[in-house]
């Protein structure tokens, strides 16, 4: 009995000291922010992650939002979703030991199989209400191209060798640097070659009072210039500043048996024609238009004397824009957007739109080949006409599509024998036929085999 009271007080005696003792785990002082940003060409949105907590996404090209923590030291981790696997899978991981008042940038590069992870570090910078100026620092993030000299100027300044106010190679940043607020324009050339210029943008009003990255990345299948650049804030955020020497294209589609077969014009003199002769389901050329506010005028084949339709579009350099014609006599309209054509390495992409005049809203099923819709859940449910849908990701395999009536596995159209890889993009518009019972659809790409 004494024995186990002498242990008994051993162990008070060791509590007691742990208690009085000061604690190991270090105490934070400060304050930190981070940000990743996403420059894999072929990745679907990353997710960053604070150890195991979601910070945000990011698309290609872009930012996550900026998150703030203690300077302590923590585990980042990136993730993506492969289609048909049930869980997020971790690409990469970096550990940062965060510095009070220090801004951090995680630089996500490479490709998803073989990702690589770049870090800045900078002070925290902050604004009094009477300042003038803003930050800037310039980042290269374009794995294609070589070493960069950056121009940073008054509009009608022309770049000259020992006016850069950066040179960079892929993964690198500036040092920050004051500018006054006012009109700027960024030009990027091939490292000691003025003349050779990568990117040139547009004449643009930067406020005082923000900090920035400048940064380009390589064009993907969405843009027509080969170099895009983003001007992105502390707050994450991204600015697209196009290059007004890629115009944006277009392409149109009719989609409406009551338009017939027409021309299309961009002036309302009906002397500019820029398609002829398009019929129903006719899918144009890619054409350059004028970054501009446009009204296209479609006219009956031949005839300069009666509009059918009028769509109008407001354009941005460099990017690539679809028209489809649809409705009925007396209600014919036309919807512009911009398609998803970027190819990712995560799956691949279904697009869908629906322009039916007898439906207001179908269901899609994407199946395994072979396989009844019977006991199957709507891969895209209650599409409305006119409205393209999300897209869809699909796993590598072959599958069977269905269009049916929303809520009812009422076959419309299908089904249609799709084989797809990571990276295929299946770009379809649901239209009518001269059945008012029957759908068809119209595939753009990875359509079934002929």
């Not at 690198?172 to 990117?199: K, R």
């Not at 998803?340 to 207001?360: E, G, I, Y």
Request: with cysteine; glycine share 6%; net charge negative.
């Amino acid at each position: 009995m004494k024995r186990i009271l002498l242990l008994l007080s051993c162990v008070a005696v060791l509590l007691l000291g742990a208690c009085g003792k000061e604690s190991d785990l270090p105490a934070a002082t400060g304050k930190a922010s981070i940000r990743a940003i996403n420059a894999i060409k072929t990745s679907q949105e990353i997710n960053f992650l604070i150890e195991e907590r979601l910070i945000g996404p990011a698309a290609y090209g872009a930012a996550t939002s900026s998150a703030s923590y203690d300077d302590l030291d923590y585990t980042f981790n990136i993730e993506v979703f492969y289609a048909g696997e049930t869980a997020q899978r971790r690409i990469a991981s970096r550990f940062i030991d965060f510095e009070a008042d220090k801004d951090y940038t995680l630089l996500v590069s490479g490709s998803l199989s073989n990702p690589a992870l770049t870090l800045w570090e900078d002070d925290q910078r902050s604004f009094d209400e009477a300042d003038t100026v803003f930050e800037a620092k310039f980042a290269h993030a374009s794995a294609s191209l070589g070493a960069l000299d950056y121009y940073f100027a008054d509009p009608g300044v022309a770049p000259a060798l020992g006016n850069q106010v950066a040179t960079l190679s892929f993964g690198e940043v500036s040092q920050a640097a004051d500018f006054a607020a006012g009109d700027f324009v960024l030009t990027i050339t091939t490292a000691n070659d003025p003349t050779d210029v990568v990117y040139v943008s547009d004449t643009t009003a930067i406020a005082a009072r923000g900090a920035f990255i400048f940064i380009p990345f390589e064009g993907s299948a969405n843009n027509t210039a080969p170099v895009i650049v983003r001007a992105i804030n502390t707050a994450g955020d991204s600015i697209s500043l196009p290059d007004p020497r890629f115009l944006p294209t277009i392409r149109f589609v009719n989609a409406s048996m009551d338009l017939g077969t027409s021309d299309i014009y961009v002036d309302e003199t009906l002397t500019s024609q820029l398609v002829a002769n398009h019929a129903y389901l006719d899918v144009s050329a890619e054409l350059g238009i004028p970054a501009d506010a446009i009204t296209f005028y479609y006219t009956p084949a031949g005839d300069t004397t009666a509009v059918t339709l009028e769509a109008a579009l407001t354009a941005f350099n460099g990017t690539r824009y679809r028209l489809v014609a649809s409705g009925v006599a007396g209600s014919l309209t036309g919807t512009s957007f911009v398609p998803d054509l970027r190819p990712v390495d995560t799956h691949a992409k279904l697009r869908l739109l629906q322009v039916s005049n007898n439906f207001d809203f179908v269901d899609v099923y994407a199946v395994a080949a072979g396989t009844s819709i019977d006991d199957a859940n709507p891969t895209r449910f209650g599409i409305p006409p006119r409205q393209p849908s999300s897209t869809v990701p699909l796993a590598a395999g072959s599958y069977d599509l269905y269009v049916t009536r929303s809520l009812e596995k009422v076959v419309l159209a299908g089904p249609y024998r799709i084989d797809v890889v990571r990276g295929d993009i299946v770009d379809t518009i649901v239209v009518d036929t001269v059945d008012p019972a029957v759908l068809d659809a119209l595939f753009l790409s990875g359509g079934p085999a002929p």
